[in-house]
């Protein structure tokens, strides 16, 4: 049975990736290769902290898939209105609102 992926796994995913609580695609893909660039163990092959940067790689990659599989898995509009809001930044924020006031009212 596969693990349902949580609130709280999406927002440990973003803070691993270092994004903000709005963030694009090109942002998270943009934040995963500079972390993975920065803490891939190959660059640490002599470093005795090699296991650790080997854990930090790992984190890494899990939480970019929890945060690619988010996204993929998210409704997107291409309605006319709704790709107008896009350029305002609205629709973005709309739907974050309704996700989180999913959370929040599923735990009431």
């Known amino acids: 049975m ?3 992926i949580t609130f709280q796994d999406i927002e440990d995913a973003r ?20 972390l993975l660039l920065e803490f891939h163990p190959d660059r640490h092959n002599n470093s005795p902290d090699k296991k650790i940067f080997e854990e930090k790689s790992k984190e890494i990659n899990n939480a970019y898939k929890i945060i690619m ?9 291409f309605d006319a209105d709704k790709v107008k809001d896009v350029e305002d930044g ?16 599923s735990k009431e």
Do not use: P
């Not at 270092?18 to 995963?32: F, G, R």
């Not at 599989?69 to 509009?77: A, L, R, T, V, W």
């Not at 609205?90 to 009212?105: H, M």
């Open 2 to 4: 596969k693990k349902l």
């Open 90 to 105: 609205e629709y973005l924020q709309d739907q974050q609102r309704r996700f989180y006031d999913g959370w929040v009212s």
């Open 15 to 34: 803070k691993i990736l270092d994004l903000q609580k709005t963030a694009s695609i090109e942002d998270v893909k943009n934040n995963y290769r500079r």
């Open 69 to 77: 599989n988010y996204c993929m898995k998210y409704s997107i509009s």
